[in-house]
């Protein structure tokens, strides 16, 4: 049995900037994620706004946090999934690779994956010329034409990124307008490089071992055009990884945990920052303000709760 006054689950900004303010606070910290340390913002392949910094890669930004973390002591465990979880009483407990940890407080930062057409195609084919992540595999396309799917800010930041390597960039989005801000719309726009076709969706991914085109259906007259691209980049948002959580703090009908103002679920002593909370806005700052509201509540709480 390992206790710390609080756990943080999920160590992307959101999971980081807890940990900082915790740790700051001579709080005992563990900050536990099933995957690689950084979150969705290590595949992020620019980051020009984050305030106070000159543009930077999403990558350092996170390596700069870690080391923050882990140099005002917080105990970093990651590639740990979670296999059992207690947020019954004072003490919540959870088991990962075999340890159990306790803890006082517990803040659930765990993110989303990206979100997936659903087609047998894009499964059979992925990794094999679809991706999701432009940093991990734009120049494995160098001098080939590709395909992008989506038309927020990510897919349309991400687009303008992959003509560093692609000969030709075709956005596909199945609305008639961009759901991105006007910048990205018009940086997008004013490259030569890329190609829009709008009000569409993707029928189906081509190819044997590897793919080869991408077959589109027109929303407004039904009609079927194959795209050449041996990429094709989704980037059409995220699923909360709350499935875990289903029974343990209350979740709406889109799988996204349900907090106040203070961060704090539908169980004493359980808070929940980033992504995986409702919320309208998700960006790299919205998720550090989280974690930091996250914080200052969960130190809050145990100031005020009583002994177990």
Do not use: W
């Amino acid at each position: 049995m390992k206790e710390f006054d609080v756990i943080v689950v999920g160590a992307g900004p959101a999971g980081l900037t807890a940990g900082i303010y915790l740790a700051r606070a001579k709080q005992r910290v563990l900050i536990v994620d099933q995957a690689t340390v950084g979150g969705q913002v290590i595949l992020t392949h620019a980051v020009a706004n984050y305030p106070g910094l000159p543009e930077t890669s999403g990558y350092q930004l996170v390596a700069t946090m870690r080391k923050q973390a882990q140099d005002f002591g917080c105990t970093l465990l990651s590639n740990s999934p979670i296999t059992d979880i207690s947020f019954r009483g004072n003490v919540k407990s959870l088991v990962a690779k075999g340890e159990t940890y306790q803890a006082k407080a517990v803040i659930l930062a765990v993110g989303g994956d990206p979100r997936t057409l659903g087609l047998e195609s894009e499964t059979r084919l992925r990794g094999k010329g679809i991706s999701y992540c432009a940093t991990c595999d734009g120049d494995f396309f160098t001098g080939q034409e590709i395909v992008v799917i989506g038309g927020g800010n990510s897919a349309l930041e991400e687009a303008v990124s992959l003509t560093t390597y692609a000969s030709k960039v075709t956005v596909v989005h199945q609305f008639d307008n961009f759901q991105a801000y006007a910048h990205a719309v018009e940086e997008a726009e004013h490259n030569p490089k890329i190609h829009f076709i709008m009000e569409s969706l993707v029928e189906e991914f081509t190819g044997d071992d590897f793919l080869t085109s991408v077959r589109i259906k027109s929303k407004k007259d039904g009609q079927v055009t194959e795209i050449p691209a041996s990429g094709a980049f989704i980037f059409i948002g995220y699923v909360p990884k709350t499935k875990p959580f289903l029974d343990c703090v209350e979740l709406n009908k889109s799988g996204e945990i349900m907090v106040d103002d203070g961060m704090a679920t539908s169980v004493p002593g359980v808070f929940a920052a980033g992504d995986a909370r409702k919320k309208r806005f998700r960006q790299i700052t919205t998720a550090v303000s989280d974690g930091t509201i996250a914080a200052l509540s969960a130190m809050e709480y145990m100031a005020t709760a009583k002994p177990a």
